[in-house]
């Protein structure tokens, strides 16, 4: 009983972080390059599509995960800090590619943050099979945005080079 309480404590107060660093990166006027191009609109929508379906299998009732699904939403405590660690140099960036903090060892940590709290939304309410729809829509959506957000950013090749992983460490 006691670690399901932490771990539902842990898991909203990082939504509440969360929440507040993206409030923070909007407020610090932070743009997402190439987000208006008709391939990123689509890897947008097809990330909220992942939300979307986490939020389909939600049950009027309870949320009752399985201890897995407990250990499972530790990862968002794990993804605010990252999001934030990734916002912060972020938002005071002038126009310059960040490559420093979180950035230096994924170049999209954002996208991996987003990924971690998908990954614990889905554990808490024990989506099951119903996750690998989610992710999977989330990393076409992602790979999507990566694909335009990399394109003719000044000084990206050698920064690719020095950052091996775009957002999946060892995978991608």
Known sequence: MLFRSVAFVAYLA????????????????????GSLSM??????????????????VMSAGRLLPQTWELVGMLLAPLSAWLFVCAQVPATRATGELVTDGAYAWVRHPMYLAF?????ATGCAVSAGWMLLLAV??????TELRISVEEAGLAGYSE??????WAYLPGLR
């Open 14 to 33: 990082a939504l509440v972080v969360f929440a507040g660093a993206a409030v923070f990166g909007v407020v610090r006027g932070r743009g997402v390059a």
């Open 159 to 164: 920064y690719r080079r020095r950052t091996r």
């Open 115 to 119: 990924l971690g709290l998908l990954l």
């Open 136 to 141: 999977a829509l989330y990393v076409a959506g």
């Open 39 to 56: 391939q990123g609109m689509l890897g947008t929508l097809l990330q909220l599509g992942a939300a979307v379906t986490i939020t389909r």
